[in-house]
């Protein structure tokens, strides 16, 4: 049997109403729980925005391997189970989740758990992220193009700030605008690529491009097509 951890004076496991950072939360179990099957007594209650919806058992009504970002990672929540009101279909990726469980060290990995089939781990409220601004990074996979061609913005990267956390956003969350509109000169060599949030635009954010080649498009090639067919005397 694993023996708990119990409360240590001055840490904040958070409450339902004020409840830790997935990183705040991960933070804490790496202190009280620093080896191999360490688990703590007491409830943690957090938020994060899900990274990952994991697995629902459907004879058991619970989820498995769910995970928040921590901003720098993810946390995962080994098993997960829904307080009344919630569905499985509210939890995806992308949303904010409050939740209560116990800490745990499983093999040097900080998670989420419950402590026993009495003492299990919850989520209590499931909201849509909200983006309050957002960065572009990473580079243009493709950096050489034809005139007249068309911007990829294949390659970027765009993390999303809330007040729950950063999330990982995808390219077709964004409309794009770039300047120069199109590479349709050979002298260009860099280009500002502008991101506008679809659910919300007044949210944009920019970022320079450099390293661009741009190079005169190849002459269109037309065939012709000869009637080699011929009359038979």
């Not at 992220?129 to 990473?138: N, Q």
């Not at 294949?154 to 999303?160: H, W």
């Not at 007044?202 to 065939?223: F, L, R």
Request: overall charge negative.
């Amino acid at each position: 049997m694993v023996e708990g951890i119990s409360v240590t004076e001055g840490d904040n496991y958070g409450t339902r109403e004020k409840p830790l950072t997935a990183a705040q939360a991960e933070a804490l179990i790496a202190k009280l729980c620093p080896n191999d099957g360490d688990m703590t007594e007491e409830l943690i209650y957090l938020y994060g925005v899900v990274t990952d919806a994991g697995t629902w058992n459907d004879k058991n009504s619970y989820f498995s391997n769910v995970k928040v970002s921590t901003g720098s990672g993810d946390l995962l929540i080994y098993s997960l189970n829904l307080e009344t009101g919630l569905t499985k279909n509210d939890l995806q990726v992308g949303k904010v989740i409050k939740l209560f469980g116990y800490g745990k060290n499983y093999k040097g990995t900080f998670e989420i758990d419950k402590l026993d089939l009495d003492n299990k781990a919850y989520v209590y409220s499931i909201e849509d992220k909200i983006i309050t601004s957002f960065d572009i990074g990473g580079d243009f996979s493709k950096k050489s193009y034809g005139k007249n061609g068309t911007w990829k913005v294949d390659g970027l990267t765009f993390t999303g700030h809330t007040d729950f956390g950063d999330v990982t956003l995808s390219a077709d969350e964004f409309d794009f605008s770039f300047n120069p509109a199109t590479p349709n000169d050979t002298s260009i060599t860099s280009v500002t690529v502008t991101a506008t949030y679809k659910q919300n635009t007044t949210i944009t954010a920019s970022k320079v491009i450099n390293g661009i080649t741009v190079t005169e498009a190849p002459a269109t090639e037309k065939c012709f097509v000869t009637d080699t067919d011929s009359d038979s005397i």
